[in-house]
Structures are given as C-alpha cells and as structure tokens.
C-alpha cells in the first residue's frame, strides 16, 4: 500500500465562510505534493484539519488506513506537522522541546537522545541546542520547528511554508533534506514560492477560494494555463487562479 | 499517564523559567504574612492556633489563583502552540489534567513556603498540629477547585487579561453563594431547595468547616467534584472550539 494520505470531499465552513470546499486529492511514498494558492485560499485550513487541529465539516481524510476522526490518535501518530509560522514554546531550549516532543510522541529515553541527534544534525541546530528558542533567529525557529516534525520519523509530512523566512542557503539545504526525504515519506508542503514547486515537488495543487482549479506535474500545469510566458510557472500561477478568481 | 507527567512538568519548568513566578511567590508569602499579623490579629488574639492565617486564604486565591491559572490556555492560543500541542498524539483529557496538575503544584509550592509561619506558632505555643494539616489540606483542597475553574475559563479566550477576569469573576460568585447577601437575591423568588443549592455551592462555607479542622468526607467530595466537573467543562470547550 503506497497512498499514505486520502482526502475526500473535504469541506471546512467558518460561520458563512466556505473555507475549504469540496477537497480531494492523494499523497503516495516517495511524493512530495506541493499545495498553492494564493493568501486566504485554504492552505492551511486543510492541512489544519488533516492534522487533526480543526474538525472537517464534511468529508473524509485517511492517513496510513486511519481515519483522522475515528482514529484520531493513531492518524497524529503517522504524521509530523510544521504549523504555519511555526509556533514553538518560546521558553525552552531546542534540546529540552525535542525532548519534551519525544516523550509525547512515547519515544523511548534512547530513542528520544538517538533521534535528537539524528535531527539536530540534519538541519544544523548544533550552535543554538542549549539556547532559549524566543532568542533564536527567525530561520533557526523554523527549523527547531522542522526537527520537530521529523523527529518521530513519520510517514507523512504536512508542512506549512517550511522555507518562509530562510535564506537562500538554507532553502537549498532544507529542499535538499525533503528531497532526501521523500524516498521513503509522503510530504505535502504549502509555499509562495513557485520555483521550489519545480525544484522538489513531483506534482503540485492549486488552491483558489477553497476550490482546486489545477493538479498536475508541473510540467502538466503549464500546459494547462493560458499564460504567454508558460517557462515561469509565477505566470502560470497568476493566470489559473485570476481565471478561477473572476 | 506518561503524557499527562509529561506535559505537567513542561507547564512547571514554564512556570519557573519567568521572574514571574518568584514575584508571585514574594507578593504571596508578603500577603499572608499581612493579613496573618495585622489584619488576623495573630499575636493578640493570645491563642496558639493558625486560624486567622487559613481564614484569609479564599480571599487571597480570589486574585492569586486567577493570576497562576490565566495563561494556561490563553497562552497557548495566543502564540499559536496549541496547534503544536493539539495535533500531537494526545488525548485532550491528558493535557486539559497535565495543565491543571502543573498549576495545582505551583499553589501547593507557594502554600507549603508558608512553613515559617507554623515554625513559628510551635515555637510560641502548643498548637494542635493536626488541625493545622488537616487545614493545610482543606486549603490546597479549594486551591484545585478555583484552580480548575480559571483553567476552564482559560480555554475560552487568547487574551491572558480577560482569563483573569473571567477567572475572579466567576471565583467570586462561587465564593459568595453562601453568604445572605447571595441568598437574599434568592429567597425572593426562587423555590427553597435552589436557595440550598446555591448556598451549599459556596467554597467559603465548605472552606470554614474544614479551616476548623474536620476533615469532613463532604467537604471533600465538594471540592472534588468542583474540580472534576470543571475538568470535564475544559476538555469540552476545547473540544468544541476544533469544530468551528
Ligand atoms: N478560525 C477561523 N475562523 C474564521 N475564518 C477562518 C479561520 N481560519 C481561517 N479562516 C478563513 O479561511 C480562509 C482560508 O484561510 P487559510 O489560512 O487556510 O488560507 P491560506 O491558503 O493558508 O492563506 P496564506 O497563503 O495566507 O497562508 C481565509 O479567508 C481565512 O480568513
Ligand atoms: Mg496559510
């Protein structure tokens, strides 16, 4: 069995809002499926509630087999999760919030220090591990935020505009790191940044007032646009979602 | 279990790795030590007991457990780690019990430095040290009840000033129903049995029987309850807030 995420129908209403409408789509191993959209479309209410932090209000999302309203705690399991702008407690240590992290997740005394390890070496935390996370720069945030996310080795990965705020040095590293990833992972990542779509994303959704109006290879994609400029996919990003805008 | 251990000494560490903590402390330990010696009447009263010191402990938790208990939900939402927190592989009766146990032994903390007063009853008189635990008891005992009730309060809002509010307002109703002042808003209209509902709601009457010294099996299933059903309410609301 490859399809590690299956979201189906998947509705999500603020009062009148429709935020998310009608969402279907699927992430195998070995993928890393790139979601865009422009602000407000539903990025992250979908991955919210795929994560199991907002409640569906319609429609159905399996992770490894479980399903995230009936198996809630079996489906957190499977999947890390960068929150977007990454929310981390301020107050600890990296060291003491992986800790803290591992020991939720059950990870056992060894395995909490092994992981660590492993983690903190992927994406360079080494020099601030013992420092107060609130006195850490942005980019280091969001990273103690990724280590977080991959710390438990999960087979799904939902992250939320994990290159915003870092420079270009570290994009490359961290792109690098989900494409080393992905072998054996789903990951679905957010992010504005078009030309990460065509670096590591094998295909790649556009979202618009929380409707899918594009789904494909990014190659795919350009074909489907009516753009002049169809080698810059920020062109084609503009024409699909103003088309689906008007 | 391990979840909840877990998360009750993340929030306690949180406690203490602010100034804010050990100010609270001093502002406690200075208030007691006031209400205790001047106000309570100590030394004239000429009698080797500690209760002017318990009979001022409800008025102060109106206003301290407020302050210990405000950020605890509040907090979370407002730096936005409850999606953090939410979305890991927990039960939220696990972190709605991490949460409160954490708060509960910051006040058994700060209750248990107040140990110099004690050293010094027994050094002037001959005080029942039974009834002094047995009110040691009694006050941590309500300390969990208002404790749970801010807690509650906590997860309805993201801003920390409202939850204090909230948290002594609600404090104070549940203080005061037992006085005339309460009942007598009642007994205009309302059948008698509601007038004893609401007066037997009252933390200060419940209170006052065991600051006697009486451990009384009531009392105890009183605050218990309180602290239960509170619990319960908190899970629900955070329950209820994912869905919309
Ligand atoms: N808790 C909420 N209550 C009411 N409306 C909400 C709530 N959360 C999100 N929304 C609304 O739902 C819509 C989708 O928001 P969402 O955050 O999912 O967008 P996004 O695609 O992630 O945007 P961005 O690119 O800016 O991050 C927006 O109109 C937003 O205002
Ligand atoms: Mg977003």
Redesign the pocket.
Known sequence: MTEVLEVSGLTKR?GA?T?VEDVSFHASRGEVLGFL?P???????TMRMITGFLAPTAGVITVCGNDSVTDAIETKRSIGYLP?GAPLYGDMTPKAFLTFVGRVRGMTRADIRRSIEDVVDKVHLEEVIFRPIDTLSKGFKRRVGLAQAILHNPPLLILDEPTDGLDPNQKHEVRALLSEMAAEKAIVI?T?ILEEVDAICHRAMIIARGRIVAHGTPDELREKSNAKDKTSLDSVFREITTRAES | MRPTISIMWRELTGYFSTPVAYVFLVIFLAMVGAFTFYMGGFFSRGQADLQPFFNFHPWLYLFLIPSIGMRLWAEERKSGTIELLMTLPLRTIHVVLGKFLAAWAFTAIALALTFPIWISVNYLGDPDNGVIFASYFGSLLMAGAFLALVAALSALTKNQVVAFVLGAAVSFLFLMSGLDLVLGFFRGWAPQFVVEVVSSLSFLTNFQAISRGVIDLREVIFFGSMIALSLLINTAIIELKKAN
Do not use: I, M, V
């Open positions: 603020f809002l935020a959209g602000n407000g479309a539903g990025k992250s209410t977007e957010s504005h």
